[in-house]
């Protein structure tokens, strides 16, 4: 039996002990006083945060992928920070793993998250490795599917980041790397789509911008590595270029046709003045960084 009372995302919030008398404006004050305590309790973890990030960077030159896990609104919000990745970066690096298997992103699969047995059962499905780095999310900070698939991922060399909104939480004592956020008790008691939710989305945002970043899917601040796979992601790559370049419209259009409409390419291609095969040798070279190729010496 899980002792709820010493987790703190279970606690009751003082604040809002008469919350089904609020009126809405006092409801949405507090609520929006309580939210504010999110970026704190984050930026408290930033150091364990960059030790998860560089840890993704290297797993990546490896070859290996980042895989989330987690289950009810945890397991969603690694769903959506990975799959974001493909249109965002074309990166495939992120991959969700989530207790009960897809249908639960819509529809609670019960007792799914209580077996450790199914977190290692999913990690071996996909066939992980020690080039891997498995990344447990669980707002409890104690999800028994997290911290099955950590310890399977532990016991064959991968590298291991937890994620939790308690502290101290379980799953650290499971993971190398533990980031662990207090943001205090809900808004509604034990509601951890909330608060929590909110950091745990904050924390994902930051390891899946800040890998890519490190690995040259961005130049100045600009997603140079999305996906144009629609009318108005074809605008925005047009845009990106034309502000990587300063390059007129036109140029930029036509960089990027030519380019079958990669912007590092174009950007390359405009920057030094070269045909579409040069400037994808000059990135081969420079490992994928617009900085670095443009920075070529001929």
Do not use: W
């Not at 993971?175 to 808004?187: F, L, R």
């Amino acid at each position: 039996m899980v002792d709820l009372k010493k987790l703190h995302t279970e606690a009751q919030n003082p604040k809002t002990m008469d919350l089904d008398q609020m009126s809405i404006a006092e409801f949405l004050e507090v609520m929006n006083e309580e939210d504010r305590k999110t970026a704190d309790a984050v930026r408290e973890q930033l150091p364990e945060i960059e030790k998860a990030i560089q840890c993704c960077i290297q797993t990546i030159k490896k070859g290996g992928h980042i895989y989330y896990m987690g289950a009810g609104t945890s397991g969603r919000i690694g769903v959506m920070d990975a799959v974001e990745c493909q249109p965002t970066f074309s990166s495939s690096d992120f991959v969700a793993l989530m207790a009960g298997g897809e249908k639960a992103f819509v529809k609670a699969k019960e007792g799914a998250e209580d077996s450790a047995r199914l977190g290692k059962k999913d990690l071996i499905a996909q066939n992980i490795s020690s080039d891997d780095t498995i990344i447990g999310i669980a707002a409890s900070g104690r999800t028994p599917y997290v911290i099955g698939g950590l310890d399977y991922a532990s016991s064959i060399g991968a590298e291991t980041v937890s994620i939790a909104c308690n502290r101290p939480a379980e799953i650290a004592r499971h993971s190398h790397i533990a980031i662990c956020v207090d943001a205090g008790p809900e808004v509604l008691t034990g509601s951890t789509r909330l608060k929590a939710g909110t950091c745990q989305k904050m924390i994902c945002n930051m390891i899946s911008t800040g890998t890519m970043i490190g690995i040259g899917k961005v130049y100045g601040n600009l997603m140079v590595d999305m996906k144009a796979t629609n009318d108005k992601l074809q605008e925005r790559a047009i845009q990106i270029v034309m502000k990587s370049t300063n390059a007129p419209r036109t140029l930029a259009a036509e960089a990027l046709e030519h380019a079958e409409y990669s912007c590092k390419t174009a950007i390359v291609m405009i920057l030094k003045d070269c045909e579409c095969e040069e400037a994808k040798a000059l990135l081969a070279k420079a490992d994928g960084f617009v900085r670095k190729a443009i920075e070529t010496e001929e």
